[in-house]
């Protein structure tokens, strides 16, 4: 689905990362782990077009994503749901016009979607709030909001930034289980976090993968996690 072969990247003159190389199988669940500015961010960004590597590939799908125009990528990133660690939202829209987005983009008749908009919203727990402006959401409901607006394109890919790093613990376990629900309707799940207690919770639960990326390299979590 996803693969990273011997990929680099470098920012501002030094090196982020180096020499990682991963893959993401179809149905898989992954936590990316490590410091801040460790490049987490930066290696989401690499799996979805986002950024080219500086050295290695990165393929998609089976495409190579350093070949692909504008229009390829973009195609690319219907089967990609990324939840971004700052939400995002339009601020003048209100919450359902926000979530439905991606189907504006792209074209898709609405009229035909909206039953599937009333379900993913009552799903997430927001049928209420669809109403509501983005900046009268708690931070719960912007990222349960983020997480529906990733997945209304029903991507085979959801990668996830950091989703319940401004959110309590109650939260957080909410929105792990509708990243474990994904996953067990077989969609590939890549969640970045630093919240280990949060990856020992949901390793309790499914068979999930720990990368952390430690020295710019991408290395495998071992049973201290």
């Keep these: 689905m996803i693969e990273l072969e011997h990929v680099g990247y470098s920012y501002g003159g030094g090196a982020l990362l180096s020499d990682v190389s991963v893959r993401l199988a179809p149905g898989s669940f992954h936590f990316l782990t490590g410091p801040s500015g460790a490049g987490k961010t930066t290696l989401l960004k690499l799996c979805y077009g986002a950024l080219v590597p500086t050295s290695g590939r990165v393929q998609a799908f089976d495409l190579d994503v350093s070949t692909l125009d504008r229009d390829q990528v973009a195609m690319m990133r219907r089967r990609i749901g990324v939840v971004h660690q700052d939400c995002r939202f339009l601020d003048h829209l209100p919450l359902a016009d926000n979530i439905a987005l991606p189907l504006t983009v792209s074209?898709?008749?609405?009229?035909?979607?909206?039953?599937?908009?009333?379900?993913?919203?009552?799903w997430v727990g927001l049928s209420e709030r669809a109403d509501a402006l983005p900046p009268e959401l708690s931070g719960g409901e912007r990222q349960r909001a983020a997480l529906a607006r990733a997945v209304i394109m029903s991507p085979d890919l959801i990668l996830a930034d950091e989703p319940t790093g401004n959110v309590d613990w109650e939260m957080s376990q909410r929105l792990l289980r509708l990243l474990l629900e994904l996953n067990k309707m077989g969609k590939t799940v890549l969640i970045a976090s630093h919240d280990l207690a949060l990856i020992r919770a949901a390793k309790s639960q499914v068979q999930a993968r720990v990368l952390r990326i430690s020295d710019k390299t991408l290395q495998l979590a071992g049973a201290d996690l």
């Design 107 to 122: 074209g898709r008749d609405m009229g035909a979607e909206n039953s599937n908009l009333g379900e993913l919203m009552n």
